[in-house]
């Protein structure tokens, strides 16, 4: 009985010996913090598509916001959206700066949308073809957080991302510009004789263009007319001339004229002497990003 006990340990002994394998020094697999290539991770707010691969290229967007309306909006956020032969990082960013890294040297472009309504959803917008034909509606505007979009590329050479670092990374530049644009009243003055005041001055847009496409630099047809809120003067109008500012914005409309696509109309309404008058001035082309202003002569 004993000499059947001695056999099974010895038998169990053989079966452990067999399961641990022993690993010379120089086959050992290195600590973690002993890797010769160690890879900075994107940030976690961002997400990056593609194969991973030992190289890192840390990489850096500024952006920056270009403006003719007479007003600078707020850049509240913004969504990046960074492409070599198909997205490769996509990320939402509060501020003027997206740091993300790259790992593959190469061609990149870059589509960015300020301000924009809701969520976008990367996984249907994997290719800059996918932007085609994207549409902005007006009554999601705010003309302090006008909505922007802006474009730019760059190069990453394996000799420019073999020096990159984290302090010093590739940098390159995104100029954004609203959609919106508007009509002003620059000056207002009229001309009835005596101490007779033009009372309760207020304008409005007919043929107001409420849909645009957002990547478009110019041809827009007039989308959807419609007429626009009332938006009044601060004063009625009495014998000096008045610079009021008042605007009203729009989407652009700089196409020829048609049945299909009107031109925009700023419509004056006043009261003098107790009746009600009116002025009609037609506006275009309409450019995006820009103000057109308009001087108002008012006469008996």
């Known amino acids: ?27 050992r697999p290195s600590k973690p913090d002993e890797r ?7 940030d976690s707010s961002g997400t990056s598509y593609g194969k991973d691969t030992l190289r890192a290229y840390p990489c ?14 707020e850049l509240k956020h913004a969504d990046i959206f960074v492409y070599g032969s198909e997205l490769v990082h996509y990320e939402r960013v509060e501020g003027r700066f997206c740091d993300f890294v790259l790992h593959e040297a190469g061609e990149y472009f870059v589509m960015a949308v300020a301000n924009a309504p809701g969520e976008f959803h990367p996984e249907v917008l994997l290719h800059t073809d996918s932007w085609r034909g ?8 705010k003309p302090e957080q006008a ?18 670092a984290e302090d010093s990374p590739l940098v390159a530049a995104v100029v954004l510009e609203p959609l919106l644009c508007g009509v002003q009243i620059s000056s207002i003055t009229q001309y009835y004789d005596g101490d007779i005041l033009v009372e309760n001055p207020r304008i409005h847009l007919e043929n107001c263009c409420t849909r645009a496409e957002l990547f478009r630099d110019e041809g827009f047809y007039c989308l959807d007319p419609s007429e626009s809120k009332t938006a009044y003067l601060p ?5 000096y001339t008045q610079y009021p500012g008042t605007t009203i914005y729009c989407y652009p409309n700089d196409m020829p004229q ?6 925009s109309v700023l ?3 006043y009261e003098v002497l107790g009746q009600s008058r009116q002025l009609r001035f037609p506006i275009h082309p309409l450019r995006r990003n820009s103000i057109f202003p308009l001087d108002v002569n008012i006469r008996p």
């Open 267 to 269: 419509v004056l309404d």
């Open 147 to 164: 909505i922007m979009r802006g474009t730019g590329s760059f190069s990453l050479k394996e000799e420019i991302a073999a020096t990159a």
């Open 235 to 239: 004063y009625d109008i009495g014998l």
């Open 134 to 141: 994207l549409e902005m509606l007006l009554e999601y505007e």
């Open 36 to 42: 010769p290539d160690k890879v900075d991770e994107p």
């Open 60 to 73: 850096r967007i500024n952006l920056e916001t270009l403006s003719r309306m007479g007003l600078e909006p």
């Open 1 to 27: 009985m004993k000499a059947s006990k001695r056999f099974i340990f010895a038998a169990l002994l053989i079966l452990l010996s067999g399961a641990c394998v022993f690993l010379p020094e120089k086959d």
């Open 258 to 263: 048609s049945e299909t696509s009107p031109a």
